[in-house]
């Protein structure tokens, strides 16, 4: 099982950035995905999910309902997050992963700063 984030950079407030995740190792449309963050001395913390393929149910934490989507091609095994209006709080290593897979990537580095 792998995953492999990409996408992050720095970002004045307001700005957008989008995250792509690869994965591998596992059937990537049978899995229910997420991303997770973690910003300095703080743990590691749910952003979104999205349900598996034919489903459109997302969830998000409230910190970023309205300006973050979570999205998923299961043909290309990638999962998304469309990242909108960001905030210097944002700042944070974001990972995808996998319901019930304790294997991590090495995450994408998010800095939101003017």
């Known amino acids: 099982v792998q995953f492999v984030e990409s996408g992050g950079g720095l970002v004045q407030p307001g700005g957008s950035l989008r995250l792509s995740c690869a994965a591998s190792?596992?059937?990537?449309?049978?899995?229910?995905m997420s991303w997770y963050r973690q910003a300095p001395g703080k743990a590691r913390e749910l952003v979104a999910t999205?349900?598996?393929?034919?489903?459109?149910?997302?969830n998000y934490a409230n910190s970023v309902k309205g300006r973050f989507t979570i999205s998923r091609d299961n043909a290309k095994n990638t999962v998304y997050l469309q990242m909108n209006s960001l905030k210097p709080e944002d700042t944070a290593v974001y990972y995808c992963?996998?319901?019930?897979?304790?294997?991590w990537g090495q995450g994408t580095q998010v800095t939101v700063s003017s």
């Open positions: 992963n996998a319901r019930g897979v304790t294997v």
């Open positions: 190792g596992f059937t990537f449309s049978r899995y229910v």
């Open positions: 999205i349900l598996t393929s034919g489903a459109t149910t997302t």
